[in-house]
């Protein structure tokens, strides 16, 4: 069972990039799904999740109206599409997925599966 991330990279700041977490070894149509990002020196942080039917999002402060999540679930896949990047944007991205939504979004998250994280660099 893999969680891949893929879709970073080093942009400018004001610029886009889209994340991608493909799953890989099951199917996690069912599953809430979600993003987290830990910046150097940081505390890992939750930064959006999406119900298993796309119904329900949730974002962090510092990315909402910035930031859209969603989801394939034909291609078992979900997206982070980030607008106007900031410097303080740059960390490493986590894509997670849980069977309850609860879990990626309470204050001490704690989603079953976590993927290998992919590096974004916002240059200011």
């Known amino acids: 069972v893999q969680l891949q991330a893929s879709g970073g990279g080093l942009v400018q700041a004001g610029g886009s990039l889209r994340l991608s977490c493909a799953a890989s070894?099951?199917?996690?149509?069912?599953?809430?799904k979600g993003w987290f990002r830990q910046a150097p020196g940081k505390e890992r942080e939750f930064v959006a999740a999406i119900s298993w039917g796309g119904a329900r999002t949730i974002y962090a402060e510092s990315v909402k109206g910035r930031f859209t999540i969603s989801r394939d679930n034909a291609e078992n896949t979900v997206y982070l599409q980030m607008n106007s990047l900031k410097p303080e944007d740059t960390a490493v991205y986590y894509c997670?997925?849980?069977?309850?939504?609860?879990?990626?979004?309470?204050?001490?998250?704690?989603?079953?599966?976590w993927g290998k994280g992919t590096l974004v660099t916002v240059s200011s």
């Open positions: 070894g099951r199917t996690f149509n069912t599953y809430a």
């Open positions: 997670v997925a849980d069977p309850q939504f609860q879990a990626i979004v309470a204050v001490t998250p704690h989603p079953d599966y």
